[in-house]
Nanobody
Framework: QLQASGGGLVQEGGSLRLSCAAS????????IAWFRRAPGKEREGVSC????????WTADSVKGRFTISRDVAKNTMYLQMNSLKPEDTAVYYC???????????????????WGQGTQVTVSS
């Protein structure tokens, strides 16, 4: 099970840190990722951390502003979001997938495990 938290309302230029707590499994055995869905838009991959070597992938739209990390001892993943923009407004979801051989390039979808979303709203 994945439990996302940390969303909220923030002004443009502000920061938030999202958390994704895993339970029932060791999250460092699998890739774990953040996605977001803005109103009227498709789900978008934001960032991912792989299980094998801890390598990360980050979308160009947030590169340099968002940082993904993992605390193995707490079985929790984080997304530090800085310099937030109104276009970052979305529901953010964390997800994991047992097909660890794919790393962050797993075909994320219905066979993945999704946490409930957390709303991030950035005001201008």
């Amino acid at each position: 099970q994945l439990q996302a938290s940390g969303g909220g309302l923030v002004q443009e230029g502000g920061s938030l840190r999202l958390s994704c707590a895993a339970s029932g499994f060791s999250s460092d055995r699998y890739p774990i990722a953040w996605f977001r869905r803005a109103p009227g838009k498709e789900r978008e991959g934001v960032s991912c951390i792989s299980s094998s070597d801890g390598s990360t992938w980050t979308a160009d739209s947030v590169k340099g502003r968002f940082t993904i990390s993992r605390d193995v001892a707490k079985n929790t993943m984080y997304l530090q979001m800085n310099s937030l923009k109104p276009e970052d407004t979305a529901v953010y979801y964390c997800a994991t997938d047992r097909r660890s051989a794919y790393g962050c390039f797993v075909p994320w979808g219905d066979d993945s495990y999704w946490g409930q979303g957390t709303q991030v709203t950035v005001s201008s």
